[in-house]
């Protein structure tokens, strides 16, 4: 008799559908249900559904199927990606995206520029002006309202060696992080620093009254990315020049030659203010975006 009673109370309990912390106490489900129940708060991972009694299927992810679905002779592990997913995720496309519009606008500007050298004809001579009107930072362009060379000008390059080295520290500091922190931060850096390092240079110009300078390149952004990155991991290894050292090393001397070249010491051409700009611009997200945990990953 009370087996009965306590059978018919465990039903009535069932059908009332407690809440899951209550069916876990009362014995109405096992342990596993209350993992669900302690994932932290801050994270932006969706939370379970809980199934209650009655349910008529639980649906089960791709992965978790049985050993009679899968192999029945022993613990089934599912397929792992191909290699084809595994390259093209969407850090390696944003980057490589990035990487690939700076080869390209690069090509065109060469190509411009032989078409001046060989044809001298005014729509060559047009074109090499509409590349410099657009894709050059300067002050002149600037004060006539093109804002927008802060950002474009990071597309376009001197030289193949100032392309490769550029584009090398962006594939390489770039996944790093988009693949830690997502695309959107990652974007957000990269042009930030961008951004930030032509303000530094901007200044720079205006208090040296060189009204005639111009840069271009992407050093800036590359800089504040590795500038994060060496924030983030202090000690793990890079190759500058081929020479391998932690992190941390390699970015005090690189903010100690730009130092240097800003009192006119070594490598007066470099836009030694913009790759400043660009690291303290770096360093600022992670201690506010990352160190403080303000920015999650989507």
Not at 226 to 238: E, N, S, Y
Request: contains cysteine.
């Amino acid at each position: 008799m009370s087996f009965l009673r306590q059978t018919s109370r465990l039903n009535f309990l069932r059908a009332s559908h407690p809440p899951p912390i209550a069916r876990y106490r009362l014995k109405l489900v096992k342990s596993p249900a209350l993992q669900h129940l302690r994932r932290p708060f801050n994270t932006s991972i969706p939370r379970h559904r809980y199934f209650q009694p009655g349910d008529r299927e639980v649906p089960r992810r791709k992965d978790q199927r049985t050993h009679q679905e899968g192999d029945e002779g022993g613990d089934w592990k599912p397929e792992p990606p191909s290699k084809f997913k595994q390259f093209f995720n969407t850090p390696n496309i944003i980057v490589g995206g990035l990487v690939g519009a700076c080869i390209g606008v690069y090509g065109y500007a060469a190509l411009a520029s032989s078409a001046v050298r060989t044809q001298a004809s005014s729509e060559a001579t047009a074109r090499m002006q509409w590349l410099h009107d657009h894709f050059v930072h300067s002050l002149k362009n600037m004060k006539e309202g093109r804002y927008y060379t802060l950002v474009t000008s990071a597309f376009m390059h001197q030289s193949v060696i100032h392309l490769t080295m550029n584009m090398i520290g962006l594939w390489g500091f770039g996944r790093f992080f988009a693949s830690g922190f997502g695309t959107p931060a990652f974007l957000v850096l990269y042009f930030g620093s961008v951004v930030a390092g032509g303000l530094a240079q901007n200044y720079v110009w205006e208090e040296r009254g060189e009204w005639n300078a111009g840069g271009l390149g992407a050093s800036g952004g590359v800089l504040g990315v590795f500038a994060a990155t060496a924030c983030i991991v202090p000690r793990g290894q890079m190759g500058l020049l081929f020479i391998p050292m932690p992190m941390w090393l390699g970015a005090a001397l690189m903010a100690g030659l730009s130092v240097g070249g800003l009192q006119g010491r070594w490598l007066p051409t470099l836009g030694h203010a913009d790759h400043l700009g660009g690291m303290a611009f770096g360093a600022l997200w992670w201690l506010v975006a990352l160190r403080r945990g303000r920015y999650y990953r989507r």
